[in-house]
């Protein structure tokens, strides 16, 4: 069964902190995204990784950053968290060509205070 | 623009009440369009990829098919476990491959 792994389903952290949330698939997918998930305003992309160590801005990656040294895991890094960080963070990885769709993990639901 | 818009953004229905779900598109190129179910509190789960005009893909009592503009989704004798929103998204070529979601239809299902 195709596996999607996020390390934390929620995390509380102060105004200012260095946050890092994990992903971990077992496909041996070449593409992982991270996506964000608020009300009204649908999944928005944030970051995307079609191979290791190659990264690509969304629609909205001001903030954020990446990391990918290994195929199989994706982080993304919010580098000084504030308030309008809060939010449902959902990571999907995808095989090249996207033949059967996106694999989303169960999210992180962040809350920055 | 590339645009993805789903309607109705709620919808209740009686078990057994057949109803559709629409999601229409302006893209430059549509490469794919995905229909996913997402239940509170979790990530989107994969339901089915359409490619072409024409095309229909079934799974129990969910149908969806395909036009130049729009899809939907049929939703045939549904039952309260089928409660959940989904979201329709499209992946365009020349982009990379991530995907354009619209913001979903909420389906809720009474006994």
């Known amino acids: 069964d195709v596996k999607v792994t996020q390390s934390s389903r929620y995390l509380v952290k102060r105004t200012g902190e260095k946050v890092f949330l994990e992903c971990v698939q077992d496909?041996?997918?070449?593409?992982m995204f991270w996506y964000r998930q608020d009300p009204g305003l649908g999944l928005r992309l944030i970051y995307f990784?079609?191979?290791?160590?190659?990264?690509e801005k969304g629609d909205i990656p001001e903030g954020y950053s990446v990391s990918r040294e290994k195929k199989e895991r994706f982080s993304l890094i919010l580098e000084s968290a504030s308030t309008n960080q809060t939010s449902m963070y959902l990571c999907?990885?995808?095989?090249?060509?996207?033949?059967?769709?996106?694999?989303f993990g169960s999210g992180t639901r962040l809350t920055v205070v | 623009e590339d645009q993805v818009t789903q309607s109705p953004e709620a919808l209740r229905l009686q078990e057994g009440e057949s109803s559709s779900l629409n999601c229409s598109y302006t893209?430059?190129?549509?490469?794919?369009l995905f229909w996913y179910r997402q239940d509170p509190g979790k990530g989107p789960e994969f339901l089915f990829t359409?490619?072409?005009a024409g095309e229909e893909k079934e799974k129990e009592r969910l149908k969806a098919t395909l036009t130049k503009k729009e899809s939907f989704l049929h939703i045939t004798a549904p039952k309260p476990e089928d409660s959940a929103t989904y979201l329709c998204?499209?992946?365009?070529?020349?982009?990379?491959?991530?995907?354009?979601f619209g913001k979903g239809t909420k389906l809720s299902v009474k006994p």
């Open positions: 990784s079609y191979d290791v160590k190659m990264k």
């Open positions: 893209v430059s190129g549509l490469r794919g």
């Open positions: 359409l490619y072409s």
């Open positions: 999907a990885s995808t095989a090249y060509g996207y033949t059967f769709g996106s694999y």
């Open positions: 998204a499209v992946h365009i070529w020349g982009s990379q491959g991530n995907l354009i």
């Open positions: 496909m041996d997918h070449e593409n």
